[in-house]
């Protein structure tokens, strides 16, 4: 079957145990669950693919009914996350892995067809460079998360770790818009500035980076870099910050500028952290948001222009 999506999201379901000061708490999550719900509500025809143990069928089911068509290959063990906030500050966190649902392989998106497929491996190993080239032989635009690439299990807990050169070459080389945050930015070009690192990464190959950081989003392309910032009224849902980023970016830069699709997934992600879980707010929320917070960035259209990658 070849049916034609607007969007594709690849990535693990996580069961996610969050701790922090204001409990435990178990939430659904994943990269192809957070950016696939920003994308159907945002109006687009939508494939989720993931991979997930039967018992987590829940999710699958709660996809399916907002209108998202998911491609699930079931597995004994769910990918199963525990992440811990120490601090009041969102971005210290600790987290551990204790099951994970395995490698995709090419036959999971071979016979999926969309604008654009947004990957979002949560630990090496899990989208391989056989995936990417069956993704390079469709005409689409690829989206990846670096995480995937420079995030392993070392004994039960997430590490990152040095990225082969070798294989971030040929990664780089196969996509077309990268996702990382400060961090991993950083680690791997050695720059501490985040324009100058978004440069050197595209300098391997992707046409645009989004570098998501404590305050915003930063977006390189076509040698420019726009940045936005994240306005929660207030921070309950830190996990997930960066994968619905990403889907935003990637929902509305199918039809809009660099530049709106940067300020539209900085007024998403920041009503995203208001909550836990995947964003559920809705459109005229958003541009509700872009109006109150980000009215200084007056180049913003609200309307969708063409744009092509």
């Given amino acids: 079957m ?21 409990g435990t708490r178990l939430v659904h999550g994943g990269a192809f669950n957070y950016g696939s719900n920003v994308a159907v509500r945002a109006g687009l025809r939508v494939a989720a693919i993931s991979r997930l143990a039967k018992e987590d069928q829940e999710v699958v089911e709660s996809l399916k009914s907002s209108g998202i068509e998911v491609w699930v290959t079931y597995t004994e063990h769910s990918t199963c996350l525990r992440l811990e906030y ?13 099951s994970s649902a395995g490698a995709f392989t090419p036959d999971d998106v071979k016979d999926i067809t969309a604008q654009a497929f947004v990957l979002g491996p949560s630990l090496h190993g899990e989208i391989n460079l056989e995936v990417l080239e069956e993704l390079r032989k469709k005409d689409t635009t690829i989206a990846c998360d670096v995480q995937g690439y420079v995030r392993a299990d070392v004994d039960g807990k997430v590490e990152y770790v040095a990225w082969d050169t070798e294989e971030m070459k040929a990664v780089l080389s196969r ?14 070009t050695a720059e501490v500035d985040k324009k100058r690192a ?17 305050d915003g989003v930063l977006v390189y392309a076509n040698t420019l870099c726009y940045d936005a910032k994240f306005t929660p009224k207030e921070m309950i849902g830190r996990s997930g910050r960066g994968d619905t980023c990403i889907g935003a970016y990637m929902t509305k ?4 500028s660099a530049e709106e699709a940067c300020i539209w997934a900085a007024a998403v992600t920041s009503l995203k952290m208001e909550a836990e879980g995947p964003f559920t707010r809705s ?16 180049s913003y259209v609200i309307m969708n222009t063409c744009c092509q990658f």
Avoid: C, W
Avoid at 253 to 256: C, E, G
């Fill in 198 to 214: 978004a440069q050197t990464l595209a300098s391997y190959g992707p046409k645009e980076i989004v570098l998501t950081h404590k």
């Fill in 253 to 256: 830069r199918l039809s809009a």
């Fill in 283 to 298: 459109m005229r929320e958003v541009d509700e948001k872009i109006r109150k917070d980000y009215s200084e960035l007056s």
């Fill in 175 to 188: 996509i077309d818009v990268l996702k990382t945050d400060a961090v991993e930015a950083e680690m791997i």
């Fill in 2 to 22: 070849n049916t034609p999506y607007d969007i594709a999201f690849v990535g693990h379901y996580t069961k996610d145990t969050i701790v922090s000061k204001r």
């Fill in 86 to 98: 120490p601090t009041e500050n969102p971005d210290i966190r600790m987290m551990f892995v204790t």
